[in-house]
């Protein structure tokens, strides 16, 4: 069906495109440090007014799987009430640090509260996250590149790898 056929099935326009529009100014929240290259590249391709803000949090250490104990390193700078808010994280793996950042969120009264990754493992997922916007479902591996990490190192590779098997620590 085309725009035509379509718009001539619409009787009385209530609110339009413009209205719906209005107030909508974005708040990225990057989820540091995985997620600024991908929120740089994202950020750019939004046509609408954002601004942006960082928190850091850990639950990984030096590790390959994550710890499931979730610490703020660096909390928000902007008060999020009543903000549109998108999460941008990097990778969900089991979905513990993604849960605990949405509570902390939820609790702070945004507006709206979104989550765009990435990445995605869904086969190590412990706990479901409602993620509205998804790069790429991938295997159950190791990644590193394009803003991801091991132990600090590789992030500013400029694509996305898996972690060579003699570099693993034991156990992962």
Do not use: W
Request: hydrophobic share 40%; charged share 25%.
């Amino acid at each position: 069906m085309s725009q035509t056929e379509v718009e001539r099935g619409v009787g009385e326009i209530l609110i339009d495109e413009e209205r719906l529009q209005e107030g909508r100014e974005l708040l990225l929240v990057g989820v540091l440090k995985g997620a600024v290259f991908f929120m740089a590249d994202l950020m750019r391709s939004i046509s609408r007014p954002c601004e942006i803000d960082f928190m850091a949090i850990s639950s990984y250490g030096a590790s390959t799987d994550s710890s499931g104990v979730v610490r703020i390193l660096k909390d928000l700078d902007i008060n999020i009430e009543g903000r549109h808010v998108l999460v941008v994280e990097d990778i969900i793996d089991s979905g513990l640090t993604l849960s605990y950042l949405l509570r902390n969120l939820e609790s702070r009264a945004p507006a709206s509260l979104e989550i765009c990754a990435l990445l995605t493992k869904p086969s190590r997922r412990e706990i479901e996250v409602p993620v509205r916007y998804i790069g790429f479902e991938i295997p159950n591996k190791f990644v590193i590149g394009y803003g991801l990490d091991f132990a600090e190192r590789y992030r500013n590779l400029p694509y996305v790898g898996v972690l060579h098997a003699d570099l693993m620590p034991e156990g992962a």
